[in-house]
């Protein structure tokens, strides 16, 4: 079945350091695939997407490319800011359904 | 346009209780889902209306958990009694069309559940 595996938390960093989260997925065919985030007290919000393979997808400074060989969308930032602490998690679009990752917490430090 | 919007943000009841969370879709939204997320662990899915019709309600966890969405607006998610391990984080989204189609697909800010 679909499934999305991403690395556990908590991250912390100081603010200014580079970011990777990774995400591996388990999918038939070639689904779309999702960051979302959530921030302390706020709803889940879509931060990046991708529909196919090699698309990349960004939104405020982060980035995730879909790399079909390797099946992974790993999430990326070149210098992350305290706002961006949060909740981050890697989803795929499954039948007619949003399938998510464990997430991941991050913690930036000032 | 008004967002996804949920109640209560935040409940606390003792186990064997009844909770009722609601969730109200972003209007013309036909397609709503429940989410559900357990302390450390992944989102899951719950079940999926399309207008008042169920479409999928494979993840719901067991016959404790009922949904309902009457006259295709507003749903209700109960949970009675409730147990210990149905604390957690209970989503609510919606979409214009069904998300296997493309359609963007918005988030409430979930509904806190702690039962002890």
């Known amino acids: 079945g679909n499934s999305v595996t991403q690395m556990e938390g908590p991250v912390t960093l100081s603010e200014e350091a580079f970011l990777t989260i990774n995400c591996t997925y388990t999918?038939?065919?070639?689904?779309?695939l999702f960051w979302y985030v959530q921030y302390p007290g706020e709803g889940l919000q879509l931060l990046l997407k991708?529909?196919?393979?090699?698309d990349k997808g960004s939104n405020k400074g982060f980035e995730a490319t879909y790399r079909k060989e390797t099946t992974s969308f790993h999430l990326e930032k070149g210098s992350v800011q305290v706002s961006d602490s949060a909740v981050y998690f890697c989803a795929l679009r499954g039948d007619d359904k949003i399938i998510f990752g464990k997430g991941t917490r991050l913690h930036i430090l000032p | 346009e008004a967002g996804v919007t949920q109640f209560p943000s935040h409940s606390v009841i003792e186990k064997g209780q009844t909770v009722t969370l609601r969730c109200d879709p972003i209007s013309g939204h036909d397609n709503l889902y429940w989410y559900r997320r357990v302390m450390g662990k992944e989102i899951k899915f719950l079940l999926h209306f399309v207008k008042e019709s169920k479409q999928d309600e494979s993840g719901m966890p067991n016959n404790r958990f009922l949904a309902e969405r009457t006259g295709g607006t507003y749903s209700t998610l109960k949970v009675q009694p409730a147990e210990l391990e149905d604390s957690g984080v209970y989503f609510c989204a919606s979409s214009r069309g069904g998300v296997f189609q493309g359609n963007t697909i918005y988030f409430g800010e979930g509904s806190w559940l702690t039962v002890v």
């Open positions: 999918a038939t065919g070639y689904p779309s």
């Open positions: 991708a529909t196919k393979a090699d």
